[in-house]
């Protein structure tokens, strides 16, 4: 009576079956590809590999088919063929390395097979047969084999040539392909050592299996290293870009704060006057009261929504009920005019600047806007000027224009070197964001003499602005910047923000 096994259940069976054909098209997906990624950029890693790998190679062939013809008794012909498949690996590895793992491996079967072959065959055996004379010279008879001094189943060279291949094979394709080339590795010579094997011979599998593993190691390190380094730099962009869209949005949300107060005091106005209007009349309709009166309800309307957007921009956390502790200014401060420009160059003279001021034309009436805009340009060049010219003098000029105001605001040369900067690095973007509100130019180079000189015109009766500061969905959130408004890399004493 025939005793029979447990049979594994169909669900089970056919679990097998498809966990192995994952594992085999995985394996196919893998290293049965052309695709790898390019050599890392680097120079050494660019020019002088394959000068050496060329070299290495031509040592390899040269050795691999001395050392198989002579050692390992194969045919001289056919040891060069299986030396040129394992050499061309090496050569073919610096572009197609998985197809040149492929051809090392096959380079290293053949060998292997050819040697063994000699191995199991024993001495050869002289064709003639007839008895030859005690004074007779011997007849020579070519007797190879490969002795117990033959390494196997790798040969030096061809070990030598595989951890080529495997370097440049880790170097450029994801780390699980060069996992799984070396697995195959160590399987192939696991079955040709430990379940083939052949007569006498100098193993050479834990030697190759070590040495292999730690080429791969090193190679999947560096490129670790190298993708890492990629992504820095990619995140260095995109922190850049994501800096350089908040320091707009926040200039433009400071210049809608600024303007709230102008644009209140005019709705403040309108508002009155219409309540006014009506006792200035003897006996007016009713049809005027009544435009009046919905001129005036308008004009409260949007006094309470300009409060309501103020409370969210001078708050930096627009829930909170107040604005934050020791801010820059008290929330209803009124905003500055040109009035008070001569108490801001007093404040810089105070914190060790010397600044000159003069004016030039008829001084005339502005919009507030204008004056507001010249006032924060004055303050943020002169700002500049403190942190990033040490020792320079500066000088303020107003010139007064039919059709506006020039503001010039310049500096000497620095007599030493400035401190290391503390700003966001973008001055000139809220003075280009202030001008460009009121439809002005703006300009910023540097003089002749080593100084820097900052000069804006703003007109008087600018249409208005090609955007609107305060609407989300205006501005474009992507500045682009010229190279005067870059940050603290560049020698210009006047290109960063200061607030």
Known sequence: MSRVGPVKPRGEQKWVRDRGRRVLRVLRDDLWTWRADP????????????????????????GDAAQLRENGGVEPGFAFVIALAEAGAMVLALWRPV????????????????????????PAVPAHTDPVPAHADPVPTEVVQAGPEFTWPWTAAGLIAHLFVLLLLALRVRTRVSGEALALTAFVTYLLQGVVGAPAYLPTDQLALIL????????????????????????????AEERARRTLLEERSRIARELHDVVAH?????????????????????????NLDGIRQ???????????????????????P?????????????????????ALVENTRAAGLTVTTGTSGTRRPLPPGV????????????????????????????????????????????????????????????????????D???????????GYQVAAFLPADAAGPPHHPGHASAPDPTPTLTPDSDSDSGPNPTEDDTR
């Open 298 to 320: 308008n004009a409260l309307e949007a006094l309470t929504e300009l409060r309501r957007v103020l409370g969210v921009l001078r708050s930096e956390h627009p829930d909170a």
């Open 39 to 62: 050599l890392p950029p680097s120079v050494w890693l660019r020019r002088l590999p394959h000068g050496i790998v060329c070299l290495a190679a031509l040592g390899v062939l040269v």
């Open 212 to 239: 292999f593993t730690v080429v791969v190691v090193l190679g999947m390190a560096l490129r670790g290293r190298r993708e890492a380094r990629s992504q820095l730099a990619r995140q260095t962009s995109l922190t």
């Open 371 to 438: 004056e507001l805009s010249a006032y924060r340009i004055v303050q943020e060049a002169l700002s500049n000027v403190l942190r990033h010219a040490p020792g320079a003098d500066a000088g303020v000029h107003l010139t007064h224009l039919p059709t506006g105001l020039r503001v010039e605001v310049s500096n000497t040369r620095p007599t030493r070197a400035p401190g290391p900067s503390q700003g966001a690095g973008h001055g000139l973007l809220g003075m280009r964001e202030r001008v460009a509100m009121l």
């Open 99 to 122: 197809a040149a793992w492929w051809l090392s491996m096959a380079g290293m079967l053949v060998g292997a097979v050819a040697v063994r072959a000699h191995m199991v065959a024993g």
């Open 322 to 342: 107040a604005a934050p502790e020791g801010g820059d200014a008290a929330p209803h401060a009124p905003q500055p005019t040109l009035d008070r420009l001569d």
């Open 440 to 450: 002005g130019s703006l300009t910023a180079d540097p003089l002749p003499d080593g």
């Open 266 to 290: 005019h709705m403040s106005v309108i508002s009155i006057q219409a309540q006014v209007a009506p006792h200035l009349v003897a006996d007016p309709p009713d049809e005027l009261k009544e």
